[in-house]
């Protein structure tokens, strides 16, 4: 994670921001007891946030920032054949998308010693598109029984949403040598989990949801 922020004038600052919004990364043996739900996975989405933020009066700053995401998605997992002779088939999905989020904050300052901030994460989307590659299966399903992945068959797509979050906070100076910090934030997570699913040359379309709860957080500080 790195970010960096600059002023250019006595109104106007300009930042940017590098860090993975979310990320997952499994690499098991192809022998091991649950590689018919996954062996190799790698989910990850890094993200670039420039900004830009200008005081507008001595009580009240605005600022604003684009999130640029790149989402990466790879699954191989092994297919049950029921066959011992046969073995295990391997299937095959991998694709990257791109997706803006838009970040907005606000900051203001009724006294030289205090702080109210409001900040806004937009939600996004993501959406990755493959065709679902499969061997070793069997007759009529591998279409290139020499490759060690045959070509796509049907189309797999899976879209799943970046969350909305909101978050202030306050800072205040009790003197010169002590100061209280506190926040209060709400992540979407419920949408998050909320995974849209759809093949291609089917009438599979559904909505597959792991259940997760939105988030409340707190936070209280003191700086000496």
Do not use: C
């Amino acid at each position: 994670q790195f970010a960096y922020a600059r002023p250019i004038s006595d109104k106007l600052s300009l930042g940017v921001s590098v860090h993975n919004y979310f990320g997952l990364m499994l690499d098991w043996s192809d022998q091991w007891v649950g590689r018919f739900n996954a062996v190799n996975v790698k989910m990850l989405a890094p993200q670039v946030q420039p900004t830009v933020a200008d005081k507008v009066n001595d009580w009240l700053s605005i600022g604003g920032g684009a999130g640029l995401t790149l989402g990466y998605l790879y699954d191989k997992t092994r297919v049950d054949t029921l066959d011992p002779d046969r073995g295990d088939g391997k299937l095959r999905v991998s694709d990257a998308d791109f997706a803006i989020q838009g970040n907005l904050g606000i900051l203001i300052e009724p006294s030289a010693r205090t702080r109210f901030g409001l900040r806004y994460l937009t939600e996004t989307d993501l959406d990755f598109e493959d065709g679902v590659q499969v061997s070793g299966v069997g007759p009529g399903v591998d279409l290139d029984p020499n490759s060690d992945l045959g070509p796509p068959a049907n189309g797999l797509d899976l879209g799943l949403k970046m969350r909305q979050s909101v978050m202030t906070s306050v800072y205040h100076e009790v003197n010169d040598k002590w100061s209280l910090l506190g926040s209060v934030g709400w992540d979407d997570w419920s949408e998050f989990s909320k995974v849209h699913v759809r093949v291609e040359g089917t009438d599979l379309k559904a909505e597959a949801d792991e259940g997760f709860r939105d988030v409340w957080h707190f936070g209280a500080a003191t700086a000496y």
